[in-house]
C-alpha cells in the first residue's frame, strides 16, 4: 500500500509559473502569456494549494474578505482558482484542500465562506449551496428610456475620477449594509472597479448629486465594442439617482446597447418607456456556506423576535457543526448560541441553513422544497424571524 504524503501549503516565487500553468489547463485556456506580468496583482499569501512529495496537484486562493449579511460586516472566507489537471482528478485532493481550508477559516473565526463555482453539484458534497442570481438587463437604445423621467430639479451628473474615490466608497457602503451578500471592500477591491486590471478601455465614473449637492448614486462604464456600453456597476441611493444615471445611456447618439448586471430582484422592467425592448435574463451565481454554526448563528436579523429555537444540524464535512444547537435571542441583531441536548424544533442540512441564513430561502420556501424538517410548529414564529430578509442575496465582486 502506498501512503501519500500530502501538504497544504502557500506556494513561494519559484512555483508561480507552475500554479500558472495547472490553472490554465484546469479552465481550458492557453498558457497565459502575462503570467509574469500580472504576478503583482496576486499576493502569494492568498494560495492555498495541494502538494504530494512537493509536487503541486490543486491549485487554490483563500481571500481574506468582511461580507455584509444581516446589516453586520462579518468575516468571510472567498475561495477561488480551484484547479487540478485532468490526469490528477478523482484522487480527493480538492476536498483535501477544502477540509484544510475550512479548519483554518473555523480556527480563525470565520463564520462564512463563498466561492464562485465551476460546478454546483460538485461543491454541494462540501456543504456549500447556492445562494444567490443576479439579473443581466440587454438593451438596445432607447429614447426616452423611462415611462417617468427623473424628477425635475433633483439633481445632476457630474463625471468623477479615482480622486473622488471616499464619494464612490460612501455611496457603495450605505448601500451594501443594507443587502445580504455584498462586500466591505478593500481598497485592493475598489482597484479592480475603478479600473480594468486586466485589460481593456479604462472605466467612466459619474456621480449623481442631489439638489443639495449630496452625493446618492454612482455609475461605472466599460466601452465595448460595436458602440456598446457595460455597466460595470450602479448603485443608487434613490429612483432618481438610478434614473438620472441611466438617463446617460439615452443621451448617447451613437450608442447601440447596454448591459447592466444587478440584484435577481430588480424593478427596473416596470420603471421603462417600454420594456418589451429590454431582455432579461438570469444567471446563477455565488455559493455561500456556514463554517461554524457557534459563530455565524449570533448574528440575526434586525427583525429578530425574542425567544429561542432549537436548530438540528447535519453536516459530514464540517463535523464540529453536526448536532443540535439552541438558538436564544435577546435583542434583534444577536443571538447566544450553545449545545443543547434536548430534540430539535426544525433540522437541515448545512446547505440548507446556509440558504436561510444568508436570506436566500426563507424558511417556508425551504419547507416547501422539503428541505426543511419542522418537528415543533411552536417553533415557527421565532424561526421566521430569525435571518429574516425583505431582498435576495447580491454579489457585485467576482472572485
Known sequence: ??????????????????????????????????????????????????????????????????????GQALPMGGIASIATRIEER?????????????QELKADGVPVSCLHPSSYSFYRQFGYEYCCEK?????????????????????????SSEAE????????????????????????????????????????????????????????????????????????????AQK??????ERDNLLKGWEWETGIDSILSSLLHDPKQMQSDTENWFMGRIVDVTAAWQVTSPLAQPGSVRLGVQDSFAPWNEGTWQVAVETAGSAIV????????????????????????TVEEAQFLGKLSVHDPNALPVLNSLWASSQKPLMLDYF
Open 244 to 249: 438620472g444615471l441611466l438617463s446617460l445611456l
Open 165 to 240: 474615490l471616499d464619494a464612490l466608497k460612501d455611496i457603495y457602503d450605505r448601500y451594501a449594509m443594507t443587502r445580504n451578500g455584498l462586500l466591505q471592500r478593500s481598497d485592493r477591491e475598489w482597484v479592480k472597479i475603478v479600473q480594468n486590471v486586466f485589460g481593456g478601455s479604462k472605466p467612466r465614473l459619474y456621480i449623481w448629486r442631489d439638489a443639495d449637492d449630496r452625493p446618492q448614486g454612482y455609475i461605472v462604464l466599460v466601452q465595448q465594442e460595436d458602440n456598446r456600453l457595460f455597466v460595470k456597476e450602479l448603485i443608487a441611493a434613490n429612483i432618481d
Open 90 to 102: 478523482g484522487q480527493g485532493y480538492v476536498r483535501t484542500l477544502l477540509a484544510s481550508i475550512l
Open 338 to 361: 450553545s449545545a443543547s441536548s434536548e430534540p430539535a424544533q426544525a433540522s437541515a442540512d448545512i446547505g440548507t441553513w446556509s440558504q436561510i441564513f444568508f436570506g436566500y430561502l
Open 135 to 159: 439579473r443581466i438587463f440587454k438593451s438596445p437604445a432607447q429614447r426616452p428610456l423611462f415611462a417617468t423621467p427623473a424628477a425635475p430639479d433633483s439633481g445632476r451628473i457630474v463625471r
Open 1 to 70: 500500500m502506498i501512503v501519500l504524503t500530502l501538504e497544504v501549503r502557500r506556494i513561494e516565487e519559484q512555483e508561480w509559473e507552475t500554479y500558472c500553468q495547472i490553472r490554465a489547463e484546469s479552465y481550458h485556456q492557453l498558457y497565459p502569456e502575462r503570467a509574469v506580468e500580472m504576478r503583482h496583482l496576486t499576493d502569494l499569501n492568498d494560495t492555498r494549494c495541494v502538494f504530494v512529495r512537493g509536487e503541486m496537484k490543486v491549485t487554490g486562493r483563500l481571500f481574506d474578505y468582511r461580507q455584509y449579511l444581516h
